[in-house]
């Protein structure tokens, strides 16, 4: 019997990975691929418990270590260090995602499509249509779902045309309100007050290296910032933790009001003076309000990477 081709997302995973890990074991096994299953690399978060539920369906099985030469496919990351442990042994034969590449390097040759949309599943939402394979309900759901996660609603600036295109013929295919049903999936995400500190940090926290420069930029979804900044005590304690445990240089937890658009963020280690220079705007108690930023991957991580 021949080996399964694993697929999974990112650590901590978000809605998107999750959901992209699933579409695209489904995309694989309409195309002839049996052996493939979707993984994941962490706990699911509220939102996608939301999603999850809504469809009735279980969440991927828990992936902690790959073996070497095990066949995988990598969906919505590529950096090493976001990925699972073994991932430099394992056979990547396939990467879909939408973030920068860094960090990436394979012995053999691969397939890669990277497209700087708002979402992966825009892109697997692409290859069904480009491949002309129906798509079922449950799989617009999944897709649909992602695309509101990751560009929040369509609201970020992340969106492009092809994320707006993709949601609309993707609504059509669920056959509900999409809008209506992706605001109350963002809302469930935003129920935060049954975690501990150490957990809200961790939550959708990402990992990036440069030039030996070790950074964790973490991101809780909200509507009400002041509620989640009365922890900020809590909060620091959690973060110098991870600093410590970690050897990072800096930790930045944003704190993004998904109703109005905007993010505080807590900045702390010794390189957080990278975040003065990134907005332009002093840290007051390690803390600046950020007007109009919601995006890590478009807004926040260009800006600190430049900085670096």
């Known amino acids: 019997m021949e080996k399964e081709i694993l697929i999974f997302g990112h650590k901590n995973p978000d809605t998107d990975s999750i959901c992209s890990a699933m579409v695209k074991e489904k995309l ?21 418990k939301y999603v999850l539920d809504y469809l009735n369906i279980e969440a991927p099985e828990l992936l902690e270590e790959v073996e070497e030469n095990q066949k995988v496919i990598l969906v919505d990351h590529n950096e090493f260090s976001q990925s699972v442990k073994g991932i ?6 396939g990467v879909v995602d939408h973030h920068r590449i860094a960090n990436f390097e394979t ?4 397939y890669y499509t990277a497209r700087p949309y708002g979402c ?3 892109i697997l939402y692409k290859d069904f249509v480009e491949k002309g394979l129906e798509i079922s309900k449950e799989e617009a759901i999944l897709m649909a779902s992602a695309i509101m996660s990751d560009t929040l609603i369509l609201k970020s600036p992340t969106t492009t045309k092809h994320d707006e295109k993709a949601l609309e013929e993707l609504e059509k295919i669920a056959g509900i309100d999409i ?15 049954d975690f501990t500190a150490e957990e809200l940090i961790n939550l959708d926290a990402k990992k990036i290296e440069k030039n030996g420069v070790g950074i964790v930029i973490a991101q809780v979804n909200t509507v009400s910032i002041e509620e989640t900044l009365e922890r900020k005590e809590e909060l620091e304690k959690a973060i110098n933790g991870e600093i410590e445990k970690q050897g ?6 944003a704190i993004t009001d998904i109703l109005n658009s905007n993010s505080q963020i807590i900045a702390l280690g010794n390189k957080s003076k ?10 007051e108690n390690n803390s600046m309000f950020l007007e109009g930023v919601v995006s890590r991957k478009k807004q926040i991580l260009p800006n600190i990477d430049k900085n670096i």
Not at 107 to 110: F, N, Q
């Open 28 to 48: 694989n096994i309409k195309n002839g691929h049996n052996n493939s299953k979707a993984m994941r690399l962490g706990e699911i978060s509220k939102e996608t």
């Open 88 to 93: 430099e042994n394992a056979k990547i034969i």
């Open 107 to 110: 012995s053999e040759p691969l």
């Open 120 to 122: 992966t599943c825009t």
């Open 179 to 193: 809008k209506a049903y992706g605001l109350e999936m963002l809302k469930a995400g935003t129920n935060l007050s």
């Open 248 to 253: 990072l240089d800096l930790f930045i937890l």
């Open 274 to 283: 990278v975040t003065e220079k990134a907005f332009g705007k002093e840290l």
